[in-house]
C-alpha cells in the first residue's frame, strides 16, 4: 500500500519513523508547508502531487485544524482514496458529510487516533457495536486536563501553576482553550456517541463545562468528600433520545476512574451482555497517536474500506432527564439556584439532584455575567 | 455461516441466547450429553452428525476440559471447519498442535474468551503484536480469586470465609483449586506471552504461587504498606528468554491493579511506541464470555481464517534474573532463607530483592516440607 502523509509535525513524523521500516506499508509522499531532505519519501508542497498520483491509496491526515484538512480529505475521499486521521476537530465536524463520502466512494475512512491517541478506543467500540447494544459512553479523553487535575491533587498547587508545567512538559498548548474548556473531550465524546450509538450528534446541543475556573479550594473540597475531580465526557443512549454532556465530576475514590494520574486516560463502554468495558493507555503523543495511526494503516491495507458507521440517524439530545448532585462555588445567584443549594459546603453548595441541563444553563449564565461559577457533578460511576 | 454449539452449559446456552436473533450466524446444531427440546437448532448428541455435516463451517467448543473437548477441535479444524473455544486449559496444553492443524487447514482457530472473558484483550493483542514489539503482559486474569482478596481487604474476614462467599454467588467452583492455585492464571498468561511473543511456553516451566495459603494476618501487613494484594500473571521478552511467573503481589494502593474490585478483570501489555495499555471488564460469566465467542464468529464470518500465531519457537523460560522483594509468612527456614530475610514485619519478613526462581523454589521446598508459606511480591507496576 502506497501511503501519503499530510502534515510532518508531532504527529505525522511520528507515523513516518513507525512505517519507514515496514514492507507492507510504502509511505511515497510526505507533504508540508516546507520540503524536507533526506526522506524516503517524496517531499511535497503541492497536495495536487499526491491526488493526481493514482498509485497512492491511502492519505494520512495529520496535519490538524478544519482547514485546509478537510479541503485535502474530501478531495483524496471523492479521488477514491482511503483517508486515515487523527483530527477530532474535523471529522466531528463533518461527520455526516465526510462518512457518505467515504461510503459512497467505497473508501476507509478511519480515525481511531482522535479519541484515545495511543488506546485502540474506536475499533473496539465498532467491534463491540456489531454483537451487543451499547448503552453508555464515557470517560476521561483528555490527558492535558487530567495532568493538572492530577497535579492539583497531588501537589496542591493552584490550577495556573499545574497549566503551565503541563505547558513546560509538552502536555498543553500555548492555547489550552481545547483542552481546558472541554472542547476536546466534547469532540471526542462526540465521535464516541456517533459509533456507538450509530448516529449524528450536533456538537453545539452538548452542554459542556471545562476546568478553566477551578481553584485549589475545589481540589480541598472533593478530597473532603473523599473524590477525586475528573473532567468526563459522557454520552447515554436514552432510546428515543441521547442524554450527552462534558464536565468536572468529583468520583468516588473507589472507582477506576481516580487513578487514572497524569495525562493518561480511561475510557469506557456499558453494553448489553457484557457490561463495562474500560480502555487505559497513553491518550495523546507523538508515538501512541503514531502507533494508532500505523494500526488503522495496517486494518486498510488488509481490506478495511469503509467508515466507521453505516446507517445514520442524527439525535434528539436531551439533557433535561440526567440528574445528580452538584459542587457549585459561586459568587452568582437567582431564584432557582437558591431553591436548590441549601447545602453550605467548604466554599461552595452540595446541590439536590438537579438536571445536567439546568445546571450547565446556570453556569453558562453566571460566567455570561462576568461572575465566578465552578461546576462538578458528583457521581457514582 | 452455520455454527454448532458444542456444549450447553452456561457459556453454551449464553451463546446460542446471543446467536438466535441473528441472521448471519444461524446455530445449526447443540451438542449436549442430554438433547434439549425446544431449540431452533438440531440438538445431537453425537459430535459424528456435526463433523459430518459438510454445511457446519465452524464449531464453538465451550465443553471446557481436555477431553473429549480436545479430540473434537483436533477432529473438527481436520475436517476443514473453523474453531472458536473459550477452553484456556485446552489451548494452553496443545498450543502447537492445534495452531498448526488450524494453519495447516486454513481455518480459525480463535479463543478470545480463554483469556479475560468479557474482555477483548487476545484480539487486541495480536492486533497491537502487528505494529509493535510487545515487552510484557500481566494482570489480574482470575476473577474468583480478585473477588476473595478484594472481600478480605474489604470485609476483613478470612480466607475461607470469602471463599465460601464466592461459591454461594457462583464465582467459584466447588473445587476451587484451579482460581485458587493459580492455574487458571497461569493458562492464561501462557496464552497471552506466545501471542504476545509469538511463542509457545511450557506451562510446566513456569513459577506458580496462589493464594490458598494467604490469611487475614497478610492482608493486614499488605494494608500495612499501604499496598493492595493481588493475584497476577506478569510475562516478559528479554529477548533471549522469557521471565514468566504467577504470583500473589501487594500493589501500591495508587496503581491501576489496586482499583480492580470483586471479580473483575484488568489486563495490560506494554510495547514499544504506545507504552502500557490495559483493558478491564468481566473476566468470566455467562453473558461476558458468551459475547466475547461471538464476537469471535463474527469475525470468522467476517474472512478472519487463521490462528492467533503463525511462526513459533519455543521460548527459554528464566525466572532468576527478575528480582524483587517479597513479604513470606512461613513457619520453613533454611541458609538461603535466613541469609535474604533479616527484616521482620508483622508476622512474616520482608527479604531483600531476590529472584522468583529462588522464592518459588524455597516456597515449594517448604510447602513440601508440611510447612505453612505464604508469599507475595513486592512490586511498582
Same mark, same amino acid.
Given at each position: 500500500m502506497n501511503v501519503a502523509i499530510l502534515g510532518f509535525g508531532t504527529v505525522g513524523v511520528g507515523v513516518y519513523d513507525i512505517l519507514s521500516p515496514r514492507s507492507d506499508i510504502n509511505v511515497k509522499y510526505v507533504l508540508d508547508i516546507v520540503k524536507h531532505e533526506g526522506l524516503t519519501a517524496v517531499s511535497t508542497t503541492d497536495f495536487n502531487d499526491i491526488v493526481n498520483d493514482e498509485s497512492v491509496d491511502t492519505v494520512v491526515e495529520v496535519i490538524g485544524g478544519l482547514h485546509p484538512a478537510y479541503e485535502f480529505i474530501s478531495s483524496a475521499l471523492k479521488s477514491g482514496k482511503n483517508v486515515i486521521t487523527a483530527n477530532k476537530m474535523l471529522v466531528s465536524s463533518y461527520y455526516e458529510e465526510l462518512t457518505a463520502l467515504a461510503n459512497a466512494n467505497g473508501v476507509a475512512l478511519r480515525y481511531t487516533a482522535a479519541v484515545g491517541g495511543g488506546i485502540p478506543w474506536l475499533v473496539n467500540?465498532?467491534? +463491540?457495536?456489531?454483537? =451487543? @447494544?451499547?448503552?453508555?459512553?464515557s470517560g476521561i479523553m483528555n490527558g492535558t486536563s487530567n495532568y493538572i487535575l492530577d497535579a492539583m491533587h497531588t501537589d496542591k498547587a493552584d490550577f495556573s501553576e499545574c497549566l503551565k508545567t503541563a505547558q513546560d512538559l509538552g502536555y498543553a498548548e500555548r492555547d489550552p482553550s481545547a483542552d481546558i474548556d472541554g472542547i476536546d473531550t466534547l469532540c471526542k465524546v462526540v465521535l464516541s456517541a456517533n459509533i456507538a450509538f450509530s448516529t449524528v450528534i450536533n456538537k453545539d446541543d452538548v452542554d459542556v463545562a471545562g476546568i478553566r475556573y477551578i481553584k485549589d479550594c475545589d481540589i480541598a473540597a472533593c478530597e473532603g468528600m473523599n473524590r477525586v475531580c475528573k473532567?468526563?465526557?459522557? +454520552?447515554? $443512549?436514552? @432510546? $428515543?433520545?441521547? %442524554?450527552?454532556?462534558?464536565?468536572?465530576?468529583?468520583? %468516588?475514590? @473507589? =472507582?477506576?476512574e481516580a487513578s487514572i494520574h497524569t495525562n493518561l486516560n480511561l475510557i469506557t463502554f456499558e453494553a448489553e451482555h457484557v457490561g463495562r468495558e474500560s480502555f487505559y493507555g497513553f491518550g495523546a503523543g507523538r508515538y501512541p497517536t503514531a502507533y494508532t495511526v500505523v494500526e488503522d494503516c495496517i486494518d486498510v491495507a488488509g481490506g478495511v474500506k469503509k467508515a466507521y458507521n453505516n446507517v445514520m440517524n442524527s439525535s434528539v439530545i436531551k439533557n433535561s432527564d440526567t440528574v445528580h448532585k452538584y459542587y457549585v462555588r459561586t459568587d452568582y445567584n437567582n431564584d432557582w439556584f437558591a431553591s436548590i443549594s441549601k447545602e453550605n459546603y467548604a466554599n461552595g453548595f452540595i446541590t439536590e439532584e438537579v438536571s445536567v441541563k439546568d445546571m450547565h444553563s446556570f453556569c453558562n449564565e453566571a460566567l455570561a455575567a462576568g461572575k465566578e461559577c465552578f461546576i462538578a457533578g458528583i457521581r457514582e460511576l
Open positions: 467500540l465498532e467491534r +463491540a457495536a456489531r454483537c =451487543a @447494544k451499547i448503552c453508555e459512553v473532567l468526563l465526557g459522557v +454520552a447515554y $443512549d436514552r @432510546k $428515543d433520545y441521547v %442524554s450527552i454532556f462534558v464536565e468536572p465530576t468529583f468520583v %468516588s475514590e @473507589k =472507582a477506576l
